[in-house]
């Protein structure tokens, strides 16, 4: 069982959601995923607190790994997500983790393909660079975009090789969760939508 360590209120209902979805692409529908435990942000980047959220992800039944997901919000992914990388590895002890940073939101992969979730055309720039892709989907899709209900409805809809090919966040999220399927022996499929991941 994979334990997920996510930051916000939505992601609580929407990356299991992902990952369920990502698994059945990669061939590995029984992958299972625990309850994710929320923690903030500032919590996941400082090794006493990281060390408590792992400890509690050890505690659930049949933890054999941990996902970590965040948003970067101004955190540089390049130059600052490497060492945080390094210090999870370092808490985990042994345990497999993988540390995603969604640049700069998780909402900026749902920019990667809005046309698949009602907008007119698909957006024009980086969404990676978007600061503020909450605003932007409003804007977009002529909602109210509402984080608890929206989150994870529109993870069940993301068009993933969209994402995938317009979001280098998003690639980095499928690349480590593909290892570490990889990693639990759950042997999954070298390819997403037709893109080999290899």
């Known amino acids: 069982m994979i334990q997920l360590i996510v930051e916000g209120e939505g992601e609580v209902e929407a990356v299991p959601v992902l990952f369920r979805r990502l698994a059945a692409e990669l061939g590995v529908p029984q992958a299972q995923f625990g309850s994710p435990i929320k923690r903030k942000r500032s919590q996941l980047v400082q090794r006493q607190d990281l060390d408590h959220a792992l400890a509690l992800a050890r505690l659930r039944r049949n933890c054999e790994a941990v996902f970590i997901l965040f948003d970067a919000d101004d955190l540089c992914p390049k130059t600052e997500a490497n060492p945080l990388r390094d210090l999870v590895r370092d808490v985990a002890r042994g345990l497999p983790t993988a540390l995603v940073v969604a640049n700069r939101e998780y909402e900026a992969w749902f920019l990667a393909s809005q046309e698949t979730l009602g907008a007119a055309a698909p957006y024009p720039n980086d969404p990676d660079l978007k600061r503020g892709a909450k605003e932007e989907l409003e804007r977009r899709l002529d909602i109210y975009y509402d984080e608890r209900a929206d989150q994870p409805k529109f993870s069940a809809r993301l068009d993933f090789r969209l994402a995938y090919e317009r979001s280098r966040s ?18 999954p499929m070298p390819t997403l939508c037709g893109i080999h991941l290899i």
């Open 170 to 187: 998003f690639k980095k999220l499928v690349k480590e969760f593909h290892r570490l399927l990889q990693i639990l022996g759950l042997n």
